[in-house]
């Protein structure tokens, strides 16, 4: 019971000192040091703005790239022992990814001008 107090009291002090820790540090602080980290720059935007749509193509570009690398090296290392099923289900699934990259490659992603 002892042992249950003193840790009780010990997390006690602990939340105590970093709440005055917190406001001894927020009473300091400038207001260069609240502002995000541009390259000492100030920032153009604000930082939770939304982002516009054309990186939602990106976006499923990268997501069709990195599936198909976590996907490709367990498969490669099964191929041997599955024989053509696993050809086959690698197949289907690389269709499925060139469907994304076609609709990202329609949509303009790959265009960088």
Do not use: C, K
Request: charged share 10%.
């Amino acid at each position: 019971m002892v042992a249950v107090l003193s840790l009780l009291a010990l997390v006690a002090a602990g939340v105590i000192g970093l709440y005055a820790l917190s406001s001894v540090v927020r009473s300091t602080r400038g207001a260069a040091s609240v502002l995000p980290y541009e390259s000492g720059l100030l920032p153009q935007q604000h930082a939770v703005s939304r982002y516009h749509a054309r990186w939602y193509a990106i976006t499923v570009l990268f997501l069709a790239f990195d599936m198909e690398m976590i996907f490709m090296y367990p498969w490669a290392v099964v191929v041997a022992d599955m024989g053509a099923t696993a050809v086959l289900e690698m197949f289907g699934f690389l269709t499925v990814l060139l469907v994304g990259v076609t609709y990202v490659w329609r949509e303009g992603a790959l265009r960088w001008t």
